[in-house]
């Protein structure tokens, strides 16, 4: 069996490049790991950090820690953090009482806290954010250094894994080289943001519509988007050119609307819910809206192979609205110019609306998740997506993200498991037991949205097997609230191994029929695997269709040329160390 593992969306380096040149991290580098800011959590006020709570704060996926979990293949996302993740907004009906709690040093507190970042590159944010002048922010410039900050890092060694190398792959001869002695980490660049590559003047841009933007200011953010993207195309033949793209994000880019990301809380305080996240960030300017006529021509620019090596696009975080309209451009391209292009998704979990016009209606309160296992929110899969996905010949990365997966009816259920292992005795029979029972709960979820991706592609398309489409795209180090029995790469192993037991084992597994969740027979899950055992499977999911995907469309054969489809055989038959 291989252990090794592959992750579509992964932010190794983002704590390690906002922390570079800080003077306590003077010796710090991509391999180490970097703390949570417990200082500055410890200043904030109890409503502020109940709002945050469970925020991973420390570094999840270092180098060091992807060693020990054998990510050897890490999709290096890269991300200029969003201005409004600083320039809060608190939103009713707690903005009384945030604007009251957010002021003095509490506003950038809280960005340290959040980000993982030291105080003193939140506060030089905050400068530009707060001074009154309505300074914009070119986060091209922020996208340059953080890559630059990726490939200088691969000249560092790791102190607790000094025969352990980082390397940067330009395309999937060079990732299998890479791989091969099975001691170095082989990373790929990747996007998080098409704003990354954006000069956008004030800081007011980002409560418009690219229409409603002065002449001036739409004719300058146009020029460096077309500048940049073209740029990173063709500097150094796009060597260092990311992969994809994930086109939209967590707040409104002026190219295409996003989807709801951050929620309230669903527990009572003294009558009234919880403030969340959602309460403290504005994300109404762009939200569920189509793609604008800039979108439009940025999404072009990305895809052609006249202007430079092609930029292939992450579906992740866009509005319903930008998803059908992407599907009928991919759509077109493939029927009727004959140019396949497979739609990505790195980190995903299932709603199970059958379609996206379903998804569309239905507004994202605390009542749609109320009682639900899966959760129902238009940012996740529908069954339409899945089927566009397989269509293309695409990817889905599994996310494993506590705040995105599972409905209210899995977190109330498994809050209550949480406290009553607080309250057990350590190492007692019973904390034992109660600890397996929400780590079964946590295997079932992730099963459960494995399973449903490919049982929709069977019954969907006469039969055919979906488990080729299927990956690992964890999210850590993203400012993520991860799964709590498995909080950073470290434990993938266990994971690989729990999924393993708990398939064998014959445990239950759901599927969404119309967003409610029904128990799969048993006869059917094994249809489902297709002949597989359940090693096979996550060996597939962990690494081998990973490895697939990329040798047939991360190759110059595929990235650069101008016309025609990739030969399905492509990619040399290199060894790779178990």
């Known amino acids: 069996m291989s252990n090794l593992i592959s992750d579509l969306h992964v932010h190794c380096g983002l704590k390690g490049y906002a922390s570079e040149g800080h003077p306590d991290f003077k010796e ?149 080289k890479s791989l091969k002695d099975g001691k170095t980490i082989c990373g790929l660049l990747t996007v998080e943001g098409a704003h990354s590559f954006g000069h956008y003047l004030h800081n007011s841009t980002f409560k418009k519509n690219f229409d409603g933007l002065q002449p001036e200011e739409r004719q300058a953010l146009t020029k460096s988007f077309r500048q940049n993207i073209t740029e990173v195309k063709t500097e150094d033949d796009g060597r260092h050119a990311p992969f994809f793209v994930t086109f939209c994000h967590h707040f409104n880019n002026l190219l295409a609307g996003h989807a709801r990301s951050f929620s309230d809380k669903s527990d009572l305080l003294l009558g009234l819910h919880k403030p969340g996240m959602r309460h403290l960030f504005n994300q109404e300017p762009g939200l569920n809206q189509g793609f604008s006529s800039l979108g439009k021509e940025v999404l072009e620019l990305f895809l052609d192979r006249k202007t430079g090596r092609r930029i292939l696009i992450d579906t992740k975080h866009m509005s319903v609205a930008a998803r059908q309209e992407f599907y009928a451009v991919i759509r077109k391209k493939r029927e009727e110019e004959e140019d396949r292009i497979p739609i990505i998704h790195s980190h995903a979990a299932i709603s199970g609306w059958l379609t996206l016009d379903q998804a569309k209606g239905k507004a994202e309160t605390k009542d749609l998740d109320k009682g639900h296992f899966f959760s129902r929110w238009q940012i996740n899969l529908t069954n339409e997506d899945i089927l566009e996905m397989y269509d293309s010949d695409g990817i889905i990365g599994v996310v494993l993200h506590e705040g995105r997966m599972p409905g209210e009816g899995f977190c109330k259920i498994a809050g209550k498991l949480k406290k009553k292992i607080k309250r057990a005795q350590l190492a007692s029979p019973r904390r034992a037991h109660l600890e397996r029972e929400l780590k079964d709960m946590y295997l079932k979820l992730v099963w459960s949205n494995i399973f449903h991706i490919v049982k929709v592609v069977k019954e969907g398309r006469r039969g055919a097997n979906g488990w080729k489409m299927i990956a690992l795209g964890s999210d850590y180090d993203g400012l993520v609230d991860p799964f709590n029995t498995f909080p950073e790469v470290t434990s993938f192993q266990h994971l690989k191994s729990d999924l393993i037991s708990y398939l064998e084992s014959g445990k239950e597994v759901f599927f969404s029929e119309n967003g409610v969740a029904r128990a799969l027979p048993q006869e059917e899950v094994a249809k489902l695997m297709f002949g597989q055992t359940a090693e096979e499977i996550l060996d597939g999911i962990l690494f081998g269709n990973t490895d697939r995907f990329l040798s047939k469309y991360f190759t110059e054969a595929y990235l650069g040329k101008e016309a025609g489809e990739t030969d399905e055989n492509a990619g040399p038959d290199i060894a790779v160390a178990a």
Not at 37 to 48: D, I, P, R, T
Not at 148 to 159: F, G, N, V
């Open 28 to 176: 710090h580098t991509i391999w180490d790991y970097y703390p949570a800011q417990e200082k500055e959590l410890k200043k904030l006020n109890f409503v502020l950090r109940g709002a945050i709570k469970e925020m991973a704060k420390s570094s999840q996926a270092n180098l060091d820690a992807c060693v020990e979990s054998n990510l050897l293949a890490p999709f290096l996302a890269i991300y200029p953090v969003e201005r409004q993740m600083f320039a809060l907004e608190p939103r009713k009906p707690f903005k009384m009482l945030f604007d009251l709690l957010l002021s003095g040093k509490q506003h950038a507190c809280l960005g340290a806290a959040v980000a993982g970042f030291p105080i003193e590159k939140v506060e030089a944010i905050l400068s530009n954010v707060n001074n009154g002048r309505d300074e914009g922010v070119n986060y091209y410039n922020q996208f340059r250094q953080e890559r630059d900050y990726l490939i200088r890092q691969t000249a560092a060694r790791s102190k607790k894994f000094p025969e352990f190398r980082f390397e940067v792959a330009s395309e999937y001869e060079e990732f299998r």
